[in-house]
């Protein structure tokens, strides 16, 4: 954005430059072909080229001759010339006689006669297109430089990290050893489920798409992560349906369910209260289903769907899922309730 404002401004400051520059040789600098004008049509002439210039280069190009609508493009472009040299006549009267500056007297106000400005607006038009053409090839390099070093740094960044996920997961498998010595087993389970967890994120996560079976695998360990801190005032119901062999077949973009379980852990499970996690999961017929319901602990804020993390996952859906999904988060009787369906892909 940053560079994007700095070209944009020198960009203004250039175009000035060279109106200014522009108007005083009109005025300025005429040479005997501007002697033969008369003063309206020298006004209209020299105005015609910078206004065909910005309708075209700031109005027509962007709205009409991008988007490949060419018809209309030249049509428009048609009804401006004439919309220019109407104005001109008009200004004139379509009988009157105009005193040069020669001091000869001609019809002047004649519509497309020998003094018009159609030149002037040819001019305006070939400045334009090139102008615009220069313009997006310059924001063009701008950006593919821009996109070159954005990804030399996640490069090399990525590199970097692979140091700490293997030093991570040794340091995981110690403690989990130490766990198991000092007979500590659910702090080894928890351990042995959050190095799953940081490996299907550190792997797994980073494919397109996976199979249903990996990311269900990573549910049920997050579950169990979670089980581990919740207490008799916490009940969580899961059901995972594994009946349907062909459906775990079936590819998913992987991280797009665990977020609606996160939030149902995080803002269904209370230490001092009593809260009811739900979470159903069934694949059926190439079909994710999902549902999760939980006690709205008072003092928790829900956003109602309206989260970062939540946001990510609907743009992710419209994006990888158009048309082959639907969500319906609502709030009922103090419940708060998330219902999914995905048509997974074979």
């Known amino acids: 954005m940053q560079r994007g404002g700095q070209f944009i401004m020198k960009e203004w400051m250039v175009m000035s430059l060279f109106w200014a520059f522009y108007f005083f040789m009109a005025v300025f600098g005429r040479g005997t072909y501007w002697t033969e004008m008369g003063t309206i049509n020298l006004i209209m002439i020299v105005v015609s080229f910078p206004a065909t210039f910005y309708v075209n280069a700031y109005g027509l190009m962007p709205a009409l001759l991008k988007k490949k ?10 009804l ?20 040069n500056a020669d001091g000869t007297q001609e019809a002047a106000a004649s519509f497309f006669g ?35 070093s954005e990804k030399m740094t996640a ?18 498998n110690n403690l989990y050893a130490m766990a198991l010595e000092e007979k500590s087993f659910k702090t080894a389970d928890g351990i042995a489920q959050l190095g799953g967890l940081m490996r299907y994120n550190l792997h797994d996560a980073q494919e397109e798409f996976i199979s249903i079976g990996k990311e269900i695998e990573y549910i049920e360990k997050y579950i ?29 973009a992987p991280m797009l369910v665990i977020p609606f379980i996160e939030n149902a852990c995080k803002y269904g499970i209370s230490p001092s209260e009593e809260t009811v ?24 804020n829900i956003m109602k769907g ?6 990510n996952v609907k743009s992710r859906l419209e994006r990888l899922y158009p048309g082959k999904y639907s969500l319906e988060i609502a ?16």
Not at 225 to 249: A, C, H, W
């Open 306 to 311: 309206k989260g970062i993390g939540l946001q």
């Open 155 to 172: 490069e090399l960044a990525f590199l970097k990290s692979q140091v700490d996920p293997h030093f991570l997961f040794n340091t995981l």
């Open 80 to 99: 401006f010339l004439i919309f220019l040299e109407s104005v001109r006549v008009l200004m004139y009267g379509f009988d009157a006689q105009s005193l």
């Open 331 to 346: 709030e009922r009787k103090g419940v708060y309730i998330a219902e999914l369906e995905i048509i997974l892909a074979s």
């Open 114 to 148: 020998r003094q018009n400005i159609f030149p002037s607006f040819f001019l305006g038009f070939i400045c334009s297109m090139g102008y615009v053409t220069m313009r997006d090839w310059l924001l063009n390099i701008g950006i593919i430089e821009r996109l070159k």
């Open 69 to 78: 609508r060419w018809i209309v493009y030249v049509l428009t472009l048609i």
């Open 277 to 300: 996690v739900i979470i159903q999961l069934r694949v059926e017929n190439k079909r994710l289903l999902l549902t999760t319901e939980n006690t709205i602990v008072a003092g928790m």
């Open 224 to 252: 169990a992560l979670q089980q581990l801190r919740t207490n008799s005032n916490n009940v969580i119901k899961v059901t995972i349906q594994k009946e349907d062999t062909f459906g775990y077949d079936c590819k998913i």
